[in-house]
Structures are given as structure tokens and as C-alpha cells.
């Protein structure tokens, strides 16, 4: 809470005219005239509309926070400078010709938009701290053309290459003065920026927002990109009819189908298509009829599993005429 010595003058309002009468007093309208007695009740209703107004404006400095005192005039222009007109709030967008070189003034503007015609270079100056500063880059008819960010700008993106296309992003000024991104930069193709966490590099490409790619063993709160997952399985899959698939964390899923056994046939092995580095938990099998009447059934023997191969049989569960092949499923690690 600040504080104010103005007060107000006659609180009351007495022995002064009220406004019907104020609003018609010649005095009023016209001053006083040279060496002319000032009629108290015009006095007194215009002392107390200058001095109440000037209280109402300090009292209200004071609630904000201030002291506004009449001891000292520059200290009370000081105070009353924190009041906000439009003179102190920046135009919302200045078009800048293309030039090579250019100077943004964010003192006077919230935003800039430039034609690209070139491969330009800019500076920003003025802006306030806490400040948001739009930028806005539109490709000419050539497109492709690239920016230079000074170094008090940090993620800037490169404009979207393609022709006739503007690019939009927003800044807030930091209290070094700095204009840091608050998010990518947008053009009707969608957003655009750099690897989280990167420098500018001024390059002139158009990027998807991207985080880093880190490797496939990465334990670390990293958000998983769709280039860390697709590495994760290069190289650990074989999709054909005796495949396999290595899952993160080393789990792996094998399967396949045997050779075309007759009922009574025993100890048929099979080879998974790679062997498990370390055990093989479970074989599932299912016999696949062939032909002619066949109720036989494919088992996996008894202890044949091992981490490279299996073997099975083929027995019979009533009147058979025909081959069965096994087809099988294994989980390991």
C-alpha cells in the first residue's frame, strides 16, 4: 500500500454551487474578469472539482502501490510516468520492405512482417521484458529463401520454403531482453521448428517439430520419436512364414510350421530361425490336416526344447489316412 498528502478540498461541498448553476455561471465560461471579486460558491464548486480530481487520481497511485507526494515534483512525475497511455503500448504489426540488412524497432511494434525476396539478416531492438513479438516471414513467388537470426533470439525457425507461403511464430522477451519461442512456427502446411534443445543453424530447411533421437538403450525421460522406435526394431524382425520378432527389452517372439508328417512319426525337429540367446520358455504347437481322413495329432516332445530347435511327433487319435503339419509358435529370450 502507497500513500498520497493530496486531500481533497471542501469534502463537504459547502457554500458551493451545485452543477445546474456551475454550468452556467459566466465565470465558469468566461474567467474571472481584472481585478474582480471570484463569487465564493464558483470558487468553491471549481477548487473542489481540480482538488478532487487531482486526490481521486493520487488516491489511486497509492492503492496501486505508490507514493505520491507534492514535496518533490520530478519524483511526482516519476509516479505518475507508470501510467499507461497509448503512447507507451506498441503498434500491433509494422510491414518492413526487404532489405538485406534490417533494423526491428519492438519499442514501437509487436510484430513484423517481411516479404522475402532474399536471404536477409535482421537485428530487434527495444522490446520490453515480458513483451510477446510476433514474427512473420511470407516466401515471394520464388520461395526457398532462408533468415539470419541475430543471437537475442533463440528458436527461431525457418520460414516454410514454399512459394507465396507466410510463416508465423511468437516470442516472449526474457529479462535479459532475449526473445525465446513459445512454440513452432506455423504456416498452412503445418508447424515448423528446431530439434528441441538446438541453435538455430540458419540453414534454410523446413523441419518438422522434432525431439532428439537417442539411442534404442536410452533409460531417460527423452518423448519417444517415431526414428527412436524404428530403430528399435532394425534388424530384429523377419516377417516371412518362419519368422521372428525381437521386442524391446529382449523378448522375443518366434514361429513357423514344420514338415509333413505321417501318424506315428517321432523326434521330427525344427530349427527356430534364430536361436534364443539365452532360453526358450514355451513351444505351442497345432497340427494343420493335409489330407485325405486325418484325426492325428502334432505334439512337441518330451525335453527336445533347447534356444535352437524343437522336435515333434505325430500321433494318432483315431483312423488316419492322410499327412499332418505342424505349425508352431515360441516365446523366448
Do not use: H
Amino acid at each position: 500500500m502507497g500513500s498520497t498528502n493530496f486531500l481533497p478540498f471542501n469534502p463537504t461541498q459547502a457554500n458551493q454551487e451545485n452543477d445546474a448553476a456551475y454550468l452556467a455561471d459566466a465565470t465558469r465560461t468566461g474567467g474571472a474578469g481584472v481585478d474582480a471579486i471570484w463569487p465564493s460558491q464558483s470558487a468553491n464548486k471549481t477548487l473542489y472539482q481540480v482538488a478532487g480530481g487531482m486526490y481521486a487520481l493520487m488516491a489511486m497511485m497509492a492503492n496501486k502501490g505508490f507514493t505520491a507526494l507534492d514535496t518533490n515534483l520530478a519524483t511526482l512525475t516519476a509516479v505518475l510516468a507508470n501510467l499507461l497511455t497509448t503512447a507507451d503500448v506498441p503498434a500491433g504489426l509494422q510491414v518492413v520492405p526487404y532489405a538485406t540488412s534490417m533494423a526491428f524497432n519492438a519499442g514501437k511494434y509487436a510484430g513484423f512482417q517481411v516479404t522475402l525476396t532474399g536471404n536477409p539478416r535482421f537485428t530487434i531492438a527495444g522490446q520490453a521484458p515480458g513483451a510477446v513479438i510476433g514474427l512473420i516471414w511470407l516466401q515471394d513467388s520464388v520461395g526457398g529463401r532462408a533468415v539470419t537470426f541475430p543471437g537475442n533470439v533463440n528458436g527461431g525457425a525457418q520460414p516454410d520454403p514454399t512459394a507465396n507461403v507466410a510463416t508465423a511464430q511468437l516470442f516472449k522477451v526474457d529479462s535479459a531482453g532475449n526473445l525465446d519461442a513459445v512454440g513452432p512456427a506455423v504456416s498452412v502446411n503445418g508447424l515448423s521448428g528446431l530439434p528441441i534443445g538446438a541453435v538455430n543453424p540458419s540453414s534454410g530447411v523446413f523441419t518438422s517439430l522434432k525431439g532428439p533421437t537417442v539411442a534404442g538403450t536410452d533409460n531417460s525421460t527423452n518423448a519417444a520419436t517415431t526414428a527412436w522406435v524404428r530403430q528399435l526394431f532394425a534388424g530384429n524382425t523377419s516377417f516371412l512364414g518362419n519368422g521372428y520378432i525381437i521386442l524391446p527389452g529382449g523378448l522375443i517372439l518366434q514361429w513357423g510350421t514344420g514338415s509333413a508328417e505321417g501318424p506315428g512319426t517321432r523326434d521330427v525337429p525344427v530349427s527356430f530361425p534364430i536361436a534364443f540367446p539365452n532360453a526358450c520358455f514355451v513351444v505351442v504347437i497345432t497340427a494343420q490336416w493335409n489330407t485325405g481322413q486325418n484325426s492325428s495329432i502334432a505334439q512337441v516332445e518330451q525335453g527336445s526344447i533347447t534356444t535352437a530347435v524343437f522336435e515333434f511327433g505325430v500321433a494318432s487319435a483315431g483312423s488316419v489316412n492322410g499327412t499332418t503339419t505342424p505349425m508352431w509358435f515360441a516365446v523366448g529370450y
